[in-house]
């Protein structure tokens, strides 16, 4: 049953069909934080953030369940803002990209300073990054030791083993943070509450840009994806066809199709903290998203 203070176009249907993990920051304080599978309108989707479209449990090394990630997109949306987490993380970054420049020095985008190492191995991912990772304190769908879980599993049955990961920099960044030697533009991202300073967390609506999940495809992927982007599109037209707008970048749904199941790829964000919540530009927040393959081994256990 709905409680009375959420809105019914925030909820549609809700489905217990059994025990899970939460998979919507937003939910996890309203009572649903054991539901598997939400049906939400879009604006659900939009105030509370991504859900997954396919939703399924697997069975960590441990027994512990793990959600599936297959084709979807995982994001980082909240954020803790105490130094002590800030410097954390900043560390953890560090000390992470001094282990990729060790494997293979990063190469550097020109148009924007952003940095991308290729052909990682997945224990420099989830061993380097994802475990070390200090989520904020309520971070449930996104919390990185259940994506390192899910991709511990997929490994081990010969998927995910060769990682893209991208620092990225902003080139409208006002001034730099030096990251294991790199001089990277952090990001801003608007917060999504007006009470950031208050409760010590910044929500954002959205972390990465869509244009940043395409930048590891070849050439052939990307035509692919820009393709069934725009047959989509037409189609949701139908008989107007003619008069349906045609993207110019892939969705991220077309981006995921194409991507082989050795093809994931990690985005990194340094993030300007808010002055709001921050007495001075100290470290970046540090941010992340994935852009998963599409799982062979997950779907058969779905």
């Not at 340094?270 to 998963?292: D, K, Q, R, T």
Request: hydrophobic share 40%; with cysteine.
């Amino acid at each position: 049953m709905r409680p009375p203070h959420i809105p019914s176009r925030h909820l549609l249907v809700i489905a217990p069909e059994c025990p899970a993990m939460g998979l919507l920051d937003g939910l996890e304080d309203v009572g649903y934080e054991d539901l598997c599978r939400l049906y939400t309108t879009p604006f659900a989707t939009m105030t509370y953030g991504a859900v997954p479209r396919t939703f399924g449990q697997l069975r960590g090394a441990h027994g512990q369940s793990v959600p599936s990630f297959s084709g979807q997109a995982v994001e980082t949306n909240r954020f803790g803002l105490s130094q002590d987490v800030l410097q954390r993380n900043f560390r953890m970054l560090e000390h992470c990209v001094r282990s990729l420049d060790a494997f293979c020095p990063g190469a550097v985008i020109s148009r924007n300073g952003s940095v991308v190492w290729k052909d990682v191995p997945p224990h420099v991912v989830t061993d380097g990054f994802l475990d070390p990772y200090a989520p904020a304190s309520n971070a449930r769908w996104t919390h990185p030791g259940l994506v390192a879980e899910y991709v511990r599993l997929c490994v081990e049955a010969g998927e995910l083993g060769k990682w893209t990961v991208r620092l990225v920099s902003s080139m409208a960044a006002t001034q730099t943070a030096d990251i294991a030697g790199h001089p990277i533009g952090p990001v801003t991202r608007s917060s999504a509450s007006d009470r950031t300073a208050e409760e010590g967390i910044l929500k954002v609506r959205r972390l990465y840009s869509p244009a940043d999940e395409s930048t590891d495809l070849d050439e052939d992927q990307y035509a692919a994806a820009l393709a069934a982007t725009r047959a989509r599109a037409a189609d949701r037209w139908r008989g107007e066809a003619d008069k349906a707008p045609m993207p110019s970048h892939p969705t991220g749904a077309a981006v995921r199709a194409v991507r082989r199941p050795d093809q994931p790829l990690l985005l990194i964000y340094p993030i300007v903290p808010p002055p709001s919540a921050v007495e001075s530009f100290n470290v970046p927040i540090v941010g992340f998203a994935v852009s998963f393959p599409r799982s062979r081994m997950a779907e058969r256990q779905m």
